[in-house]
């Protein structure tokens, strides 16, 4: 008896995992609790699948445990581990919607918008540049992040998402920036002008927003022929940013559009 339980011991571990049988039969705990660290354990070792088996049983056998509710979230956490970020998007805000109350409703919010950010285009060397893609999604993602600060001033998690929302946003005004710039070079004068104007608006201090107001200067002021959009530009450019280098010579353009 004693050589059987050691050879099925030693075979379960070869397996990778002791809360498995010789069959593949998953060896499910008492408690919720049991269940719920099993699949810990199995996150731990990657074992994606295992773990999801057993937080499902601790929601499923016992669903007014605490447990339950945690199983939940770590089913939404294997799949933001498996880089299945949409799917954890819906995830974590179906655990916020389910659980508004609950002591990790902060992380969920919080671990939703991070998916929306983490599924968005990012760089990579064979492929276009970031600011050249689809920006919907981050956009999306910049979005939900200003949700969560406003609805959870005081998390834990509050200077990540301050972190990441400013990225998004520094991505997103790269992006606006491109587009005139692609649309200046064209000789499309109002899709270059009415891209700076979203750039300042929508992304302020961003590392273009006086190059952007700049722009706008001239765009209106040869190109589109409105002398008043171009000393509104112009003005906004010496109130948000009188100590730049370039402030002095704005301020005689603008006495010349007078």
Same mark, same amino acid.
């Given at each position: 008896m004693r050589r059987l339980l050691a050879l099925a011991l030693l075979l379960a571990a070869a397996c990778g995992s002791s809360r498995v049988s010789l069959t593949g039969e998953v060896l499910y705990g008492k408690t919720a609790e049991e269940?719920?660290?099993?699949? #810990?354990? &199995?996150?731990?070792? /990657?074992?994606w699948l295992e773990a999801v088996k057993f937080f *499902? /049983?601790?929601? !499923?056998?016992y669903p007014f445990s605490k447990y339950a509710a945690l199983s939940e979230l770590?089913?939404?956490?294997?799949?933001? %581990?498996?880089?299945?970020? @949409? *799917?954890?998007?819906d995830a974590y805000d179906a655990f916020v919607k389910l659980h508004p109350t609950h002591e990790k409703a902060?992380?969920?919010?919080?671990r939703a918008a991070e998916a929306l950010y983490r599924d968005a285009p990012s760089g990579f060397i064979l492929f276009p540049p970031t600011y050249e893609?689809?920006?919907? #999604?981050?956009?999306?993602?910049r979005q939900?992040?200003?949700?969560?600060?406003?609805?959870?001033?005081?998390?834990? /998690?509050?200077? &990540?998402? &301050?972190?990441?929302?400013?990225?998004?946003?520094?991505?997103l005004a790269e992006h606006e920036w491109y587009v005139?710039?692609?649309?200046?070079?064209? %000789?499309?004068? =109002?899709?270059?002008?009415?891209?700076? %104007?979203?750039l300042v608006r929508d992304f302020p201090g961003s590392g273009h927003e006086v190059d952007?107001?700049?722009?706008?200067?001239?765009?209106?002021?040869?190109?589109?022929?409105?002398?008043?959009? @171009?000393?509104?530009?112009?003005?906004?450019?010496? !109130?948000?940013?009188?100590? =730049?280098?370039?402030?002095?010579?704005? *301020?005689?353009?603008l006495e010349a559009l007078r």
């Open positions: 269940d719920y660290a099993a699949g #810990q354990a &199995e996150m731990k070792d /990657h074992n *499902e /049983h601790a929601r !499923t056998k770590a089913v939404a956490d294997v799949k933001f %581990e498996q880089d299945a970020f @949409a *799917e954890a998007a902060d992380y969920a919010a919080f893609k689809d920006q919907a #999604q981050l956009q999306k993602a939900r992040f200003q949700e969560f600060l406003k609805a959870w001033p005081g998390s834990k /998690h509050r200077a &990540e998402a &301050e972190k990441l929302a400013g990225d998004a946003q520094n991505r005139a710039q692609f649309y200046a070079k064209r %000789e499309k004068w =109002a899709g270059a002008a009415g891209r700076l %104007e979203g952007a107001y700049l722009q706008l200067a001239d765009l209106y002021a040869v190109r589109l022929d409105d002398r008043f959009r @171009a000393r509104q530009a112009l003005q906004q450019l010496i !109130t948000r940013h009188p100590d =730049a280098a370039r402030a002095a010579g704005a *301020e005689k353009r």
